[in-house]
């Protein structure tokens, strides 16, 4: 022995198992478990349509009515779009002083299936917009009063909702504590797929439910670049072209003047071009041998709503082997006011970055760019493919039990998430063996859902009021 301390390769002190164990007991104290069943609004709390208009200035004016539209639908829709108010009212409830790669968005639809490089059908989180690192708790209470959302929506009881959230939080510690377990490399290639679905829907639901689970999967399956091509395309003139169907596609040659949509052009192509230096040599070759043909705007999502959103076509060896791209831009995460701004130069690679940081298996056409847009700003993007064996399963069709049964899918999928990036072995020992974070996050949960509703009325209020204007689409 040489005497000096054992460091890990970033530098920083090496703690043994029991040292990490001790660490996450000891924030008990700062943070007693109990203690996250607790939320009050902030006296001095910002009005949420004043947030969620700070939000939309700097997006497509033309667009934000949408985004409004899509949100005062329902609460579980205005939810969906609410990620910055939440993230205001999360950074004032206690948190243990441990932190992950979080998702920042993480409600119970962006959890969905995935198709991996091997082309094998995964479950894993999608969403990875305002991804930062920050407090494990703010992902798992966004995730928990989503389901309390969209089970009040679906007239379930308060036992079946608290039911479904403690199932959540308890998935999410036991996995913990399992990955707490685990050496680094055999918690890396942790996964969930189609055939451990299989066998947990086989296990824990009724036909119906199970009937349900496989043919999400089957239909996942068709979700891809050429299912998207034959939807979204059409020949014209002898050449294949994104079908307009406005407001939500909008092919470029139908949105803009010659000029501009000449400059447009020209920025995208580029950008399509430069973000290849993003990705793996053997990627990046790959991206080189197809041939870009066309490009549109989309509307996507509820939160999205209004930001900069492109589908380019690409095709390869003939018209028949299409590659659709999505280029989306990147803003900075809600979370950044509260966790601190992260430590990349652009939104893109932030983006980029915790997308693989969390998930199991990537996107192969992930990548960033940062642009001169036509307008004089510069804008930061990530790229990715438009479809790929994407999957999800509609709340609204969920009972009770398969709710549950989601839940726990999603409580697990969060926990190896974070146990790639946080310290595994200190959450798990503070969340310890028994349910007392889970149930305080079902009062949690049922306490942030009652806010969530009014929030989504004062939404509601402020169209009839006149002060913002929303639109059907």
């Not at 006296?43 to 200035?57: C, F, H, K, L, N």
């Not at 609204?396 to 310290?423: I, N, Q």
């Not at 049922?446 to 209020?461: F, G, I, K, P, S």
Request: glycine share 8%.
């Amino acid at each position: 022995m040489t005497g000096i301390p054992a460091t890990t390769i970033q530098g920083r002190p090496w703690l043994s198992p029991r040292e990490r164990a001790a660490l996450g007991k000891a924030a008990r104290t700062r943070a007693p478990r109990s203690a996250h069943a607790e939320f009050e609004p902030s006296p001095d709390r910002t009005d949420p349509v004043s947030t969620i208009e700070a939000q939309s200035a700097a997006r497509v004016p033309e667009l934000v009515p949408i985004r409004y539209g899509r949100m005062t639908e329902s609460p579980f829709r205005f939810y969906r779009g609410a990620a910055s108010v939440m993230a205001g009212d999360l950074s004032t409830t206690p948190v243990s002083g441990l932190r992950a790669q979080l998702c920042g968005d993480a409600h119970m639809l962006n959890f969905r299936l995935l198709a991996s490089p091997e082309r094998n059908l995964l479950f894993d989180i999608n969403d990875f917009d305002e991804t930062l690192p920050g407090p494990w708790e703010w992902d798992l209470k966004r995730l928990a009063t989503s389901f309390v959302i969209a089970g009040r929506e679906n007239g379930y009881t308060d036992a079946e909702r608290g039911a479904i959230v403690r199932s959540t939080a308890r998935s999410y510690r036991e996995q913990m504590r399992r990955y707490a377990g685990m050496s680094h490399l055999a918690v890396w290639y942790a996964k969930a797929d189609a055939a451990q679905l299989e066998a947990l829907a086989s296990g824990r639901l009724r036909q119906r439910g199970r009937d349900q689970v496989f043919r999400t999967l089957a239909k996942a399956r068709t979700r891809d670049s050429l299912q998207a091509f034959e939807k979204l395309t059409r020949v014209v003139d002898g050449r294949r072209r994104i079908v307009p169907a406005p407001p939500v596609v909008m092919p470029i040659a139908d949105l803009l003047p010659d000029l501009e949509r000449a400059e447009l052009e020209e920025t995208i192509r580029d950008l399509v071009a430069r973000y290849g230096k993003s990705l793996q040599p053997d990627r990046r070759h790959l991206l080189q041998q197809f041939t870009l043909v066309d490009m549109a705007r989309k509307v996507v999502g509820v939160g999205s709503v209004g930001t900069r959103c492109w589908i380019i076509l690409l095709v390869g060896r003939d018209s028949g082997d299409p590659l659709f791209l999505q280029a989306k831009e990147a803003d900075e995460s809600v979370l950044a006011a509260y966790a601190g701004a992260g430590e990349f130069a652009t939104q893109g690679e932030r983006v980029v970055a915790g997308q693989h940081l969390m998930q199991a298996a990537s996107d192969i056409f992930l990548g960033w760019e940062h642009v001169h847009a036509p307008d004089g700003l510069e804008r930061d993007f990530y790229i990715r493919q438009l479809r790929d064996w994407k999957g999800i399963v509609e709340p609204s069709t969920m009972v009770p039990r398969g709710m549950g049964v989601f839940g726990e899918l999603c409580g697990a999928t969060l926990a190896r998430a974070h146990a790639r990036s946080g310290d595994r072995i200190a959450i798990a020992a503070y969340l310890g063996r028994g349910d007392v974070f889970d149930q305080a996050l079902v009062r949690f949960a049922e306490t942030y859902a009652d806010q969530n509703e009014r929030d989504h009325q004062a939404l509601v209020d402020a169209v009839k009021a006149g002060r913002v204007a929303a639109q059907a689409a």
